[in-house]
């Protein structure tokens, strides 16, 4: 009966990590470029140790890369807002000063002159710097990451000025995994690793932004598998403790 109480221990300390997953992606699902990224089953394995070779536990056994699946692409109108395409992800820089990734595209100018999105993590040019964006003129972003400023008050005749060209990679054929701030990196690599070309180009949607890509009702039904796992799991060592006392009554001297 030790065992059985054991093993069903083991199952909920091994679950317990795959739980929090599934609560943090529901409280993702409408976070823009929010991309899923955990993946948790269960396992038996052998015991190790002295007794029975026949012995099995629970073990979980997992994969965090994330999802480049898309999410629904919603259009906004706004000329700052861009939708990234395919696999193709956003260079940014980290708190701690290194490359990053990300798949946010709500882009803003902060007080310093800045593009930033909606993190606030400032976005990379080709150049591996901030885009500086003068005050006052109207920002355009072409498909392959271009970015242009006019003045509206100079009239449409005036050529628009180039301010530089988003960071754009296209990570087909290359693992991401999430850091702890929550931006991507090539899975395996060091913080500030560049990802290598890939076999599409980088391209973006303006004036849209892609939801995130967790399924809500999936989650919930996996929350509710979990839940029941739980209560299983828990049943078993209350019934456990039951045979034991049972046992241990039955052996009392009448």
Do not use: H, W
Request: charged residues 20%; aromatic residues 4%.
């Amino acid at each position: 009966m030790d065992r059985l109480a054991f093993n069903a221990v083991a199952a909920i300390n091994e679950q317990r990590v795959a739980r929090q997953m599934s609560t943090n992606e529901l409280a993702n699902v409408s976070t823009v470029g929010f991309k899923r990224s955990y993946e948790a089953s269960m396992r038996a394995i052998q015991a190790v140790g002295s007794g029975l070779t026949t012995r099995q536990q629970p073990q979980s056994f997992t994969e965090d890369y994330i999802s480049m699946k898309a999410g629904t692409v919603m259009a906004t109108g706004n000329d700052l807002d861009v939708a990234l395409s395919g696999n193709t992800v956003m260079g940014v820089t980290a708190p701690d000063g290194s490359l990053a990734f990300t798949r946010r595209g709500d882009l803003r100018v902060n007080a310093n002159g800045a593009l930033e999105n909606g993190s606030g993590y400032l976005v990379r040019g080709q150049g591996g710097g901030a885009i500086t964006v003068p005050p006052g003129l109207k920002i355009t972003i072409k498909s392959d990451g271009a970015i242009f400023g006019s003045d509206p008050a100079q009239g449409s005749n005036t050529p628009p000025v180039p301010l530089g060209s988003l960071f754009m990679r296209d990570s087909t054929g290359t693992k991401l995994q999430r850091r702890e701030d929550g931006l991507f990196q090539v899975a395996g690599g060091t913080p500030g690793q560049d990802i290598p070309p890939g076999p599409n180009l980088p391209g973006l949607t303006s004036g849209a932004l892609e939801g995130s890509n967790v399924n809500a009702l999936e989650v919930m039904v996996k929350l509710m598998d979990q839940s029941r796992s739980f209560e299983q799991q828990v049943n078993m060592i209350k019934e456990s403790k039951s045979c034991d006392e049972t046992g241990a009554t039955m052996m009392k001297p009448s």
